[in-house]
């Protein structure tokens, strides 16, 4: 009896939260307006898409995104939530777990939401509070969004139910309250942001049908304010902390982004990756979309990429794992022991169809067999025209020339593979509605441990030369926005939204910083801005030994150099600019 009593009990969870309309908001302070969710669908708003570029044009590059993951417990049952944007069920709800398992009208009530705030608005309280400000609350005037972000500060979720630690916040004395009356605010990231709290616990898993994995994912989209930097304006930010909340430990567990890329009518589109950026992309798949309809971008049409800007830990194993062992990875070959974070690992793109090999995934195997690197019949992706037909087994598919030494078919930088370049244009394929899933792994994951991992939405558009010469604007914003972050994990950045006097204006300015063409056979040319009247540029090898060094003088402002690289052997190289305070770092390929 008990047993049908629970059974019934998490039918009417499942009916109830299957069926209500999931909360949401929109970041819109820069160049994008994106809608982010409450359980954790980014881009859409239950019924349409909502990642509009430029903001206000009517005019959408992906239909939705979200996080996939999935892993094997030590009886070997699989545990995997992939949900889309509920095209055929839910595998994650929104709120944190509730352990005691009373979810419910009341609980929806405080956790099916979203909670929206800007930095002008959490400075502006703070000035008040503090004395800076003369006479009433700013934010008590009577303005509708105002009003909206006092509700937000007042009711931050900085502690869950049971009294734990959720939303980040500044606790101004110290005695791990959240009390905004006392001067307490909102720890967020950008100019502006929202939070949002989802798990995969709550009910039964029915886009995938497989087991629940027991985790509970903290998440913060945010952008930046930022017009004078293309990269950042042109740019969506999310972070999130991946708690394994189960009693299980999960192995060859994976992390997936996947994303619905439509740029503007989405039957015409071609996907690919970059290995070395850690990134892929969706891109227009003629030269010009559509036919002159509101939602199509005509000539020149956009590319949208998303980048891995950080991932999980890597399970330890007692090592510094070398450097050039894996293409996109952090702390790899740095001399400390177990600190390595995982890159992108496996890149693939299935059709919104039922094709029972390469077709829309309909099974919790069918979503692992994606994220680790098969089909659904479980064969593995091959190095050929659309990834099934071929001899060579590869992780990455589409990856143009950016694999050059063979990362994907299992060459690593003193072991290269050289293979022929390979995307959609080279295998002749036909414009398509595609989807994108990219992943991190594989890895174990503990009971009670926390993953956090980085994501960037990376728009950009040529004004000339077609489809294709939007790929080269983004690939050129997804260096800048590495730096950036590797530069500062964009937690110490106080943003452009409201006149600040530090944080991003500056390193903007000083870390702006491309190099093209990347891969290079025989040169490469560095474009740079910078406030500082003289850096230093030097290339070192994978053994930290610098092959090329040139001072510079005279340089704020714009520069471009160029540097003969015919004599340097084939492999990975860093170069790094030095303004006198600090180190950039970028990763070039010389075939």
Same mark, same amino acid.
């Given at each position: 009896?008990?047993?049908?009593?629970?059974?019934?009990?998490?039918?009417?969870?499942?009916?109830?939260?299957?069926?209500?309309?999931?909360?949401?908001?929109?970041?819109?302070?820069?160049?994008?307006?994106?809608a982010?969710?409450?359980?954790g669908?980014?881009?859409?708003?239950?019924?349409n898409?909502?990642?509009?570029?430029?903001?206000?044009?009517?005019?959408?590059?992906?239909?939705a995104?979200?996080?996939?993951?999935?892993?094997?417990?030590?009886?070997?049952?699989?545990?995997?939530?992939g949900?889309?944007?509920?095209?055929t069920?839910?595998?994650?709800?929104?709120?944190?777990?509730?352990? /005691?398992?009373?979810?419910?009208?009341?609980?929806d009530?405080?956790?099916?939401?979203?909670?929206?705030?800007?930095?002008c608005?959490?400075?502006?309280?703070?000035?008040?509070?503090?004395?800076?400000?003369?006479g009433?609350? $700013?934010?008590?005037?009577?303005?509708?969004?105002?009003?909206?972000?006092?509700?937000?500060?007042?009711?931050?979720?900085?502690?869950?139910?049971?009294g734990?630690p959720?939303?980040?916040?500044?606790?101004?004395?110290?005695?791990?309250?959240?009390?905004?009356s006392?001067?307490?605010?909102?720890?967020?990231?950008?100019?502006?942001?929202?939070?949002?709290?989802y798990?995969?616990?709550?009910?039964?898993?029915?886009?995938?049908?497989?087991?629940?994995?027991?985790?509970?994912?903290?998440?913060?989209?945010?952008?930046?304010?930022?017009?004078?930097?293309?990269?950042?304006?042109?740019t969506?930010?999310?972070?999130?902390?991946?708690?394994?909340?189960?009693a299980i430990?999960?192995?060859?567990?994976?992390i997936?982004n996947?994303?619905?890329?439509?740029?503007?009518?989405?039957?015409?589109?071609y996907?690919?990756?970059?290995? @070395?950026?850690?990134?892929?992309?969706?891109?227009?798949?003629?030269? @010009?979309?559509?036919?002159g309809?509101?939602e199509?971008?005509?000539?020149?049409?956009?590319?949208?990429?998303?980048?891995?800007?950080k991932?999980?830990?890597?399970?330890?194993n007692?090592?510094?794992? $070398?450097?050039?062992?894996?293409?996109?990875?952090?702390?790899?070959?740095?001399?400390?022991?177990?600190?390595?974070?995982?890159?992108?690992?496996?890149?693939m793109?299935?059709?919104?169809?039922?094709n029972?090999?390469?077709?829309?995934?309909t099974?919790?195997?069918?979503?692992?067999?994606?994220?680790?690197?098969?089909?659904?019949n479980g064969?593995?992706?091959?190095y050929?025209?659309?990834?099934?037909?071929?001899?060579?087994?590869?992780?990455?598919?589409?990856?143009?020339t950016?694999?050059?030494?063979?990362?994907?078919?299992?060459?690593?930088?003193?072991?290269? @593979?050289?293979?022929?370049?390979?995307?959609?244009?080279?295998?002749?394929?036909? $414009?398509?509605?595609?989807?994108?899933?990219?992943?991190?792994?594989p890895?174990?994951?503990?009971?009670?441990?926390?993953?956090?991992?980085?994501?960037?939405?990376?728009?950009?558009?040529? /004004?000339?030369?077609?489809?294709?010469?939007?790929?080269?604007?983004?690939?050129?914003r997804?260096?800048?926005?590495?730096?950036?972050?590797?530069?500062?994990?964009?937690?110490?950045?106080?943003?452009?939204?409201?006149?600040?006097?530090?944080?991003?204006?500056?390193?903007?300015?000083?870390?702006?910083?491309?190099?093209?063409?990347?891969?290079?056979?025989?040169?490469?040319?560095?474009?740079?801005?910078?406030?500082?009247?003289?850096?230093?540029i030097?290339?070192?090898?994978?053994?930290?030994?610098?092959v090329?060094?040139?001072?510079?003088?005279?340089?704020?402002?714009k520069?471009?150099?160029?540097?003969?690289?015919?004599?340097l052997s084939?492999g990975?190289?860093?170069?790094?600019?030095?303004?006198?305070?600090?180190?950039?770092?970028?990763?070039?390929?010389?075939?």
């Open positions: 009896m008990k047993k049908k009593l629970l059974f019934i009990i998490a039918v009417i969870n499942f009916v109830s939260t299957n069926a209500q309309t999931i909360a949401g908001s929109n970041l819109d302070i820069n160049n994008i307006k994106a982010i969710n409450a359980d669908g980014l881009f859409w708003d239950n019924v898409s909502v990642f509009e570029v430029p903001n206000g044009s009517g005019k959408s590059t992906i239909y995104s979200g996080l996939w993951m999935g892993g094997y417990d030590q009886g070997g049952q699989l545990h995997l939530a949900q889309t944007y509920r095209q069920g839910v595998d994650f709800f929104s709120g944190p777990i509730d352990t /005691t398992g009373t979810y419910g009208a009341s609980y009530s405080t956790w099916n939401r979203v909670w929206k705030i800007s930095k608005a959490i400075d502006a309280y703070q000035n008040w509070m503090t004395g800076g400000s003369i009433s609350n $700013p934010l008590l005037s009577g303005n509708s969004a105002d009003t909206s972000a006092m509700e937000v500060i007042t009711h931050w979720p900085a502690f869950n139910m049971f734990q959720l939303a980040p916040f500044v606790d101004v004395d110290f005695n791990g309250i959240y009390d905004p006392s001067g307490d605010i909102p720890l967020i990231k950008g100019d502006q942001a929202i939070f949002f709290v798990n995969d616990s709550r009910g039964i898993h029915t886009e995938t049908g497989a087991l629940p994995l027991g985790v509970e994912i903290q998440g913060m989209a945010y952008a930046y304010n930022c017009s004078n930097d293309s990269a950042l304006y042109n969506i930010f999310t972070n999130y902390k991946i708690i394994n909340k189960s430990i999960l192995d060859s567990v994976f997936g996947w994303t619905d890329s439509d740029i503007g009518l989405v039957q015409d589109d996907i690919g990756c970059d290995v @070395i950026r850690g990134a892929y992309y969706g891109y227009n798949g003629t030269a @010009i979309d559509g036919s309809q509101s199509a971008y005509g000539a020149n049409p956009p590319a949208q990429a998303v980048l891995f800007l991932g999980p830990w890597a399970t330890p007692g090592i510094d794992d $070398p450097l050039g062992s894996v293409p996109n990875g952090i702390n790899y070959g740095d001399g400390i022991t177990d600190n390595e974070r995982l890159g992108m690992s496996k890149f793109c299935f059709n919104n169809n039922t029972p090999v390469n077709g829309n995934p099974t919790g195997d069918d979503a692992y067999q994606y994220l680790s690197g098969a089909w659904r064969t593995h992706w091959t050929d025209g659309d990834g099934t037909t071929g001899s060579q087994i590869c992780d990455f598919m589409y990856p143009g950016s694999d050059s030494l063979g990362f994907g078919i299992g060459g690593d930088l003193y072991n290269p @593979i050289y293979m022929p370049a390979w995307d959609e244009l080279t295998a002749n394929h036909t $414009p398509g509605d595609r989807r994108g899933l990219g992943s991190y792994g890895f174990t994951f503990m009971p009670g441990t926390t993953q956090e991992i980085d994501f960037a939405y990376v728009y950009g558009r040529a /004004t000339t030369g077609g489809n294709l010469a939007s790929i080269d604007i983004i690939k050129n997804i260096d800048s926005i590495q730096q950036k972050f590797d530069f500062t994990q964009f937690n110490l950045i106080s943003g452009c939204g409201c006149n600040s006097t530090t944080g991003i204006n500056d390193l903007a300015i000083n870390n702006a910083f491309t190099i093209y063409p990347n891969p290079a056979s025989d040169k490469i040319t560095i474009e740079f801005e910078t406030a500082t009247s003289a850096i230093t030097e290339i070192k090898n994978v053994l930290g030994q610098t090329y060094s040139e001072a510079l003088k005279n340089t704020i402002g520069q471009s150099i160029s540097i003969d690289l015919s004599m084939k990975i190289y860093f170069v790094q600019k030095y303004d006198g305070k600090s180190v950039i770092n970028n990763k070039i390929i010389k075939q």
